[in-house]
């Protein structure tokens, strides 16, 4: 696959004029990009993918570390995971998922809990036998009823109670995000579930797994036929991409695209620590949340458990830390504090107002999505604009044969003047 910092495709220049070499140039090889970019080429189009990193594949990229023969994700861990038949078959078609369901274990209090808060960890942190009937009860008992939530605290204690919430909840969410919980946006909290029963499993969706071999190879697969052009910054020469395609996909920050004319918008980021162990198994578990505020990780990721079926191939182990942090050059996590919104809606109006510009993804839309999500966005994207690309191409031709219609009447009217004159002439003589 072609991945040259040079041009791929010549560019035509007549007398000063730049003729349009692309139909789109995707700025990004995320998820949203490459699904855009292998749909429209797929359709007969023409496609560049600006890549400012120096790999595809976003913030999925995956490699396997030297001499474990265990795959790791650079960017911290990326769980697939969707209630759609339709995305599951998308994904499924670039590479083969095994059939890992993701359970997660809390460290709070010098205890290992499980996560999320399920019959298992209201029994082990009340010291408790209930049934899931009774734990539901129980529950309901600790619970300050709230109407409206306004925030994540008031949500959160809503849902668990307040001494759940400041055991598993506050602390970890104050690392996370740096900033007071009542500060932050209630649908946060939405995106762990509660339970009264067994059920350990973190998802609630139909379809679960892991890319047998990582995240990369999907995109490989995906982008084999189409050019891209990796650490380039499409930012650096705006202007000149945008006089050879006819479209840009956007999938970067919204407002660095704008050069941060209303501010910039809040972002929290991550910093890894790796480490190569000549342990067979360190926690017993992909990931290990660390609930208390003054453990400095949020959690400890052991890839490994993501292929329990290769555990046996691999040499060792590989264990990351993970700490929040602020990091403008590696946004992950949108903030979306009030302020940021505000701010959003500013970029928002100065989006609309871009020709031939198309924002898509997390980084460009401001908004927290699963891979599923990103999918399903890009797909809603190229179908509607390759839609709209199919009307127009189907108008012009329309017109093009009308006016060649009204060609032939126009020459043939001018035809029969012409002969009729000459006729007239010659009768004359």
């Not at 379809?207 to 990582?214: I, T």
């Not at 990780?297 to 555990?311: G, Q, S």
Request: aromatic share 14%; hydrophobic share 35%.
């Amino acid at each position: 696959m072609p991945v040259s910092g040079t041009s791929i495709f010549p560019r035509t220049y007549v007398e000063g004029y730049i003729y349009t070499v692309y139909d789109f140039i995707v700025v990004g090889a995320g998820f949203f990009g490459a699904v855009f970019a292998y749909e429209a080429k797929k359709a007969g189009k023409k496609v560049l993918i600006i890549e400012k990193r120096d790999h595809i594949g976003g913030n999925c990229y995956s490699y396997d570390y030297p001499e474990t023969n265990i795959n790791v994700h650079q960017y911290g861990p990326h769980i697939f995971h969707t209630s759609s038949e339709n995305i599951w078959k998308y994904i499924n078609s670039f590479a083969d998922f095994n059939n890992y369901q993701h359970r997660v274990l809390t460290t709070a209090r010098g205890k290992v809990y499980s996560l999320p808060i399920n019959l298992a960890t209201i029994n082990k942190f009340y010291d408790l036998t209930l049934t899931p009937d009774e734990a539901g009860e129980f529950l309901k008992s600790k619970i300050t009823a709230s109407s409206s939530p306004k925030n994540l605290e008031e949500k959160a204690i809503s849902l668990i109670g307040r001494e759940l919430y400041e055991t598993f909840i506050k602390g970890y969410t104050i690392k996370q995000w740096e900033c007071d919980p009542r500060d932050l946006p209630a649908e946060i909290i939405t995106r762990l579930p509660v339970r009264t029963t067994d059920n350990d499993i973190y998802y609630d969706d139909d379809y679960q797994g892991m890319p047998s071999g990582g995240y990369t190879p999907i995109f490989e697969k995906m982008l084999k036929d189409i050019p891209v052009e990796l650490k380039t910054d499409f930012l650096e020469k705006r202007d000149y991409w945008r006089s050879v395609a006819k479209t840009i996909v956007y999938t970067g920050p919204i407002d660095r695209y704008f050069n941060y004319r209303y501010g910039k918008l809040r972002w929290r980021s991550c910093r890894f620590e790796i480490e190569e162990m000549h342990l067979n198994d360190y926690q017993g578990v992909s990931i290990m949340n660390y609930a208390d505020r003054e453990v400095p990780y949020t959690r400890i990721l052991e890839p490994k458990h993501f292929y329990r079926e290769k555990a046996n191939l691999s040499r060792g182990t590989v264990v990351i830390r993970e700490y929040p942090c602020d990091d403008p050059n590696e946004p992950y996590y949108p903030v979306r504090l009030k302020a940021d919104q505000e701010m959003l809606a500013k970029y928002q109006k100065a989006q609309s107002q871009e020709r031939d510009v198309i924002f898509g993804g997390r980084l460009a839309e401001y908004k927290y999505y699963n891979m599923d999500q990103v999918i399903s966005r890009a797909l809603e994207q190229v179908e509607k604009l390759l839609k709209r690309a199919l009307n127009n191409e189907a108008e012009m031709r329309r017109r093009i044969a009308y006016n060649n219609l009204l060609s032939r009447r126009f020459f043939n009217n001018i035809s029969i003047e012409y002969f009729s004159c000459r006729l007239v002439n010659y009768h004359t003589l």
